[in-house]
């Protein structure tokens, strides 16, 4: 069996040697890079996307980063969740939590892991400031009887 030229990408010193090949390959013409291309590009987002920490980001911040990096408004992701343009503004104001259907939607549109929106992070608005992070908005509270 033939030795593969490139494998996957397992740490970070193969993952610079990959990024270092690319560049070099990029600068040379012709079709018989192309591929050669596809290949190590693929196996370079790959890794990237196993191996940045999103997940420590603040959610709204994360959100933000997403939209300049897609070019989006607030407009547009009011479409893509179908809520409000209000309702898009308070979260990326801090006044509203996510919702479980917004963080589904925004995993699935931006193409991460559901986790990296549903962290805990400190809410602003008067209203919310009982509960210490925005997952407790969305939980169950008990309701006194007057």
């Known amino acids: 069996m033939?030795?593969?030229?490139?494998?996957?990408?397992?740490?970070?010193?193969q993952y610079e040697e990959y990024c270092g090949l690319l560049l070099?390959?990029?600068?040379?013409?012709?079709?018989d890079v192309e591929e050669e291309v596809e290949l190590l590009t693929l196996l370079i987002e790959k890794w990237e996307s196993d191996n940045t920490v999103l997940s420590e980001a603040d959610p709204v911040e994360l959100l933000k980063s997403l939209m300049d990096e897609h070019n989006l408004?607030?407009?547009?992701?009011?479409?893509?969740?179908?809520l409000s343009k209000g309702t898009v503004s308070k979260i990326l104001n801090y006044q509203k939590g996510f919702s479980k259907e917004t963080i589904r939607?925004?995993?699935?549109y931006f193409k991460v892991s559901q986790e990296v929106f549903n962290?805990?992070?400190?809410?602003?608005?008067?209203?919310?400031?009982q509960y210490p992070d925005a997952r407790?908005?969305?939980?169950?509270?008990?309701?006194?009887?007057?």
């Open 73 to 82: 408004k607030a407009v547009d992701l009011s479409q893509i969740l179908d």
């Open 105 to 108: 939607k925004l995993a699935d």
């Open 24 to 31: 070099s390959l990029l600068e040379q013409e012709g079709a």
């Open 2 to 13: 033939a030795k593969l030229k490139y494998t996957v990408i397992k740490n970070p010193t």
């Open 119 to 129: 962290r805990a992070y400190p809410l602003v608005h008067s209203i919310n400031r």
């Open 136 to 146: 407790l908005m969305n939980t169950v509270k008990e309701v006194s009887e007057l």
